[in-house]
């Protein structure tokens, strides 16, 4: 007999976008079970790029559910659902009975700076020696069609060209899905939260009891052996369930406060316009296809089809005791997953 439950909630959020802090806000809300771990990834099973031969049995999805106790919403969030292309969505729409999909967008020059230095931090890319190098081997990747190669961690430039799968997921989902920005999550995260929280047709007044502090900040680290060595044993941890948060959350501060250093570089002026230039199209169309669903004040970035310095003012509605928007805080410029 099969055990647990199917989620009825995904976050499917770009990677380093903020799912891991929306991984954690929605997980603290009564009426929310989250799965076992963050990023299940089950659907990364029908994505042709990335697996081949048969998914396994819906049976191993539910049992990442399996402590739900009957919340209205099971969840996961799994950031490489975002860009699986139809293949995912129409998996998704096929074993899942009308879930509620949230999607979560960022400017995708800073994502993919972001993304940049994640990957340095991991060690995955030390063959790279800076941001216009590994750039240009994304560039080229583009260019050969080679540029979705699971586990090559090369295909940041892909991710950012929102055009090519959101229409999609908004097609697919219409009403079901709400898209919400990465800039607006860190900026005010209370406002945001509450919105998704009425949406969901939750309580909304649990909100002062949450902690919504940002996760999984991406560190610039002082000892990249030291990094690796750090990832490798929260892997293991994190598959092993060793760790529990009262005891995970100390020594990742401990670490952070060791071995976190200042960013090796920055993206120069040149290269910042060049990146602009390359998502200007894909930023036009992404525009388009929210405006179509009805968004309003989408952000700088999208508003003008390509990436600005942050203008002054708010670009969407706050709660009173939120400070009106003045650019992205430095959880957003550092980058976040």
Same mark, same amino acid.
């Not at 993304?115 to 890319?125: K, M, P, S």
């Not at 316009?273 to 989408?298: I, P």
């Given at each position: ?173 219409? %009403?079901?899905?709400? #898209? ?6 860190? +900026?005010? /995260?209370?406002?945001?939260?509450? @919105? *998704?929280? $009425? ?50 959350? %100390?020594?990742?501060? #401990? ?6 250093? +200042?960013? /090796?570089?920055?993206?120069?002026? @040149? *290269?910042? $316009? ?64």
């Amino acid at each position: 007999m099969p055990t647990g439950r199917l989620p009825n909630l995904l976050v499917a959020g770009v990677p380093k976008a903020g799912t891991g802090s929306l991984f954690a806000y929605l997980a603290q809300h009564p009426d929310i079970c989250p799965a076992d771990e963050k990023e299940v990834g089950y659907f990364n099973f029908f994505n042709p790029r990335r697996h081949t031969g048969t998914p396994p049995a819906l049976d191993t999805y539910r049992r990442h559910f399996a402590h739900s106790v009957g919340e209205r919403y099971a969840f996961e969030a799994t950031p490489t659902y975002s860009y699986g292309g139809r293949p995912v969505i129409d998996a998704i729409r096929e074993n899942l009975d009308t879930p509620k999909i949230i999607l979560s967008l960022r400017d995708p020059v800073e994502r993919l700076w972001s993304a940049y230095t994640f990957q340095r931090e991991l060690g995955n890319i030390t063959m790279l020696r800076s941001f216009e190098e590994y750039l240009a081997a994304c560039e080229r990747r583009e260019r050969d069609g080679s540029d979705l190669v699971p586990r090559d961690h090369l295909h940041g430039l892909y991710i950012g060209f929102y055009a090519n799968y959101v229409p999609l997921w908004l097609d697919a989902f219409g %009403p079901d899905i709400k #898209v919400i920005f990465a800039e607006d999550l860190f +900026r005010h /995260p209370t406002a945001v939260m509450g @919105d *998704v929280f $009425r949406w969901l047709g939750i309580d909304d007044t649990v909100l002062p009891e949450l902690d919504l502090a940002p996760r999984n900040k991406t560190q610039h680290p002082r000892s990249m052996r030291a990094a690796r060595i750090a990832y490798s044993i929260k892997r293991s941890g994190d598959r092993m369930r060793l760790l529990p948060p009262a005891v995970r959350d %100390p020594l990742r501060r #401990v670490y952070a406060w060791g071995n976190t250093g +200042r960013p /090796p570089e920055k993206m120069t002026a @040149d *290269v910042r $316009r060049h990146v602009v230039a390359l998502y200007a199209e894909s930023n036009e169309q992404t525009a388009r296809a929210l405006t179509a669903q009805g968004y309003r004040n989408l952000p700088a970035w999208l508003a003008t089809g390509a990436s600005q310095q942050p203008a002054e003012g708010p670009r969407r509605p706050t709660s009173a005791d939120e400070p009106a928007y003045q650019g992205d805080p430095p959880e957003l410029r550092e980058g976040i997953a």
